[in-house]
């Protein structure tokens, strides 16, 4: 596995990569830094995202792990450091721009539309693969139809993929958390992304769904989207993550595989106290 | 299936608009047609605004103003004479490409002034201009910084039309002359013309209630919707909000604006009652009464409060009921009194099954 240094870098962007760095990295991030006020909640970290892999980030509460997210999705500017999607720097764009790029993300505290039913919830992750604009929906001119009813019939099937097929036409407040996972679930896939960000996917869950939203996650990776995780369900990560990042006050402090992770002293002690 | 579903509303509007003007007619009490001209006009403004509030979550207590730009451009400038810069650049432009008219005045002198589609065009433009001008940075705020921005447009609207001469200080313009909307058809507060005034009037309430119940079942009226559910969301997705509360923002405006261009010819003049805050509070009001997502309930409020308060039903606490009206509804029925729309209640009335919530129970 490569590491993240700048001589990796300078190696991709030559397109001169080496036999054992054959894998492209589709996110780079490089000395990405953060700071609220005094505190650096990310600091100088670097890591790469190679195509297919899913990546986990892991850490103690208030490592940064969130924060990150935040920079890589755009909503928040970071102080120094770049981003790289598809070797196209992304930060500082807006994420709508960012999301249109191909990114798409979920939320530890499930983010829906409210006052909208599950359907047009999914619906709305349709928006950048459709076109029609203010005039075209004022008008209601016919050449939008057709597209409205594939948007309909492709977040159908978003819908079924994620078992939550039978509320699509309840309200969203009116769900179960479980369904309401699942629906946002469902609305980030739409987007048909190539990263997909999950922000705690597993909060909430018991153990049952939370091998569910594991098979789920594997079965998505299968189909050639790229996930980006932040977790606290340790099972879950050591079981489908290919490899794992660790933060801790807000500094990268390993990244590896989850076997060798599971042995880094470091790790311990900052999961367990070095007492 | 959907589509007739939309529609069907549109033609039971557009039945009872018939079928109280052949009432009117038949118990000769024409003149309540005056005042549902008025009213329907001003509902104009209250869906265009329900719509942004309602569906786009944002918040404008200046809507009074962009009606009061489109109706004083509108009634300034095909009222006041400019024989007197006939040969100046701009004016010798516009009246060689014909659009300004030439008329006799009041007292037989000679008067030159602009056409009214022209002026009506200007006026509409200029509100659009101005609300994307300003839209683009007060709708960064949100909730009470984006009420109190819009409010501040309010009244520096306001105190320009009490203020300014071109537009007839405390005595706002008079002697507007009707608008010749296709020959034969004339917006003007001409005795004669009232049924065709009520028709057009509502031929407007009808275009603006179909326009905008498309857009809201639309790509971009889903994207509104979830602006005002989860904003942040909704830019994950792809979304550029500040595009879309932009683009409805300046919709809103035009759609008050062509109110009060229409609005003026009628009265044949526009007053700095128009422009005061006291009115953008009332289409707020009205919209929260018919219950901000749902356009036919703020039409219906629309037209029973402007008809109500227009008949002089409230006497002089016109705008004190208008205001506990919107403490009331704030209070006791947030979601308004007309919740759902006339459609569902009218089906649930019949088939006494009340929809959704049993299903909702058993999930």
């Excluded at chain 1, 091998?211 to 299968?222: D, H, Q, S, T």
């Excluded at chain 2, 509104?224 to 809103?252: D, P």
Aim: with cysteine.
């Amino acid at each position: 596995m490569p590491a993240d240094s700048a001589g990796n870098k300078i190696k991709y962007h030559l397109g001169k990569a080496s036999k054992e760095d054959e894998q492209v990295a589709l996110l780079e991030i490089q000395n990405l830094n953060r700071r609220f006020g005094g505190l650096r909640a990310v600091n100088n970290v670097s890591f790469n995202v190679e195509q297919g892999m899913i990546k986990a980030v892991i850490g103690p509460n208030g490592a940064g792990k969130t924060t990150l997210f935040n920079l890589i999705a755009g909503n928040l500017p970071a102080n120094s450091g770049k981003i790289y999607f598809n070797n196209a720097q992304i930060n500082g764009r807006k994420p709508y721009q960012i999301a249109k790029q191909g990114i798409s993300r979920t939320y530890q505290n499930i983010k829906l539309f409210h006052g909208m039913t599950a359907l047009e919830n999914v619906m709305l992750g349709r928006h950048i693969r459709s076109k029609a604009g203010f005039m075209a929906g004022m008008l209601n001119l016919p050449w939008t139809w057709p597209e409205e009813k594939k948007i309909k019939e492709k977040s159908m099937e978003y819908l079924g993929l994620l078992g939550v097929a039978e509320c699509a036409d309840t309200e969203i407040s009116n769900l179960s958390f479980g369904q309401q996972r699942g629906v946002e679930f469902a609305r980030a896939l739409a987007t048909e992304p190539t990263l997909l960000l999950l922000d705690e996917p597993a909060a909430g869950l018991n153990i049952y769904e939370t091998a569910e939203i594991g098979r789920l996650i594997m079965k998505i990776r299968g189909s050639g989207i790229t996930v980006l995780l932040v977790e606290h369900d340790m099972s879950l990560v050591m079981d489908i993550s290919d490899e794992i990042v660790v933060l801790s006050f807000g500094e990268k402090i390993a990244e590896d595989i989850p076997h060798n992770i599971q042995q880094n002293e470091e790790v311990i002690r900052v999961y367990l106290g070095d007492d | 299936m959907d589509l007739l579903k939309r529609y069907i509303p549109v033609l039971f509007l557009l039945a009872v608009v018939v079928a109280i003007q052949l009432v009117t007619h038949f118990t000769e009490t024409t003149y309540y047609l005056t005042q549902l001209t008025m009213s329907a006009y001003y509902s104009v403004v209250v869906i265009g605004l329900c719509v942004l509030m309602g569906y786009g979550g944002q918040i404008s207590l200046g809507h009074a103003g962009f009606f009061a730009i489109g109706g004083y451009l509108a009634g300034a400038l095909t009222t006041h004479n400019l024989m007197t810069l006939k040969n100046y650049g701009f004016v010798s432009f516009l009246d060689k490409v014909g659009l300004l008219v030439d008329s006799k005045g009041l007292y037989g002198g000679d008067l030159l002034t602009v056409e009214p589609w022209a002026a009506c065009i200007i006026a509409v433009l200029t509100a659009g201009l101005i609300a994307f001008a300003i839209g683009g940075p007060i709708l960064k705020l949100k909730g009470h910084y984006l009420a109190m921005a819009t409010l501040g447009f309010g009244i520096i609207i306001y105190r320009i039309a009490l203020a300014s001469q071109y537009f007839g200080e405390a005595d706002g313009i008079s002697e507007v002359p009707g608008f010749k909307l296709l020959p034969g058809i004339m917006v003007s507060g001409n005795f004669g013309a009232r049924v065709s005034n009520y028709y057009i009037a509502w031929g407007m309430v009808i275009i603006a209630v179909i326009l905008l119940l498309n857009l809201i079942h639309s790509r971009v009226g889903r994207a509104l919707r979830s602006i005002h559910g989860a904003e942040e969301a909704a830019n994950a997705m792809g979304v550029n909000t500040a595009r879309y509360k932009l683009y409805i923002f300046v919709l809103s405006a035009v759609f008050a604006a062509l109110a009060g261009v229409f609005v003026t010819h009628y009265n044949g003049g526009i007053g700095p009652s128009e422009a005061g805050v006291m009115k953008s509070v009332r289409y707020v009001a009205i919209v929260a009464v018919g219950g901000m997502a749902n356009i036919w309930g703020a039409l219906i409020m629309g037209i029973v409060l402007n008809f109500l308060s227009l008949r002089g039903v409230f006497g002089s606490y016109d705008d004190a009921v208008f205001g506990v009206i919107l403490i009331v509804i704030m209070l006791f029925a947030p979601q308004g009194i007309l919740r759902i729309n006339p459609w569902q209640q009218l089906k649930s009335f019949f088939t006494a099954a009340a929809p959704k919530s049993g299903e909702d129970a058993t999930d």
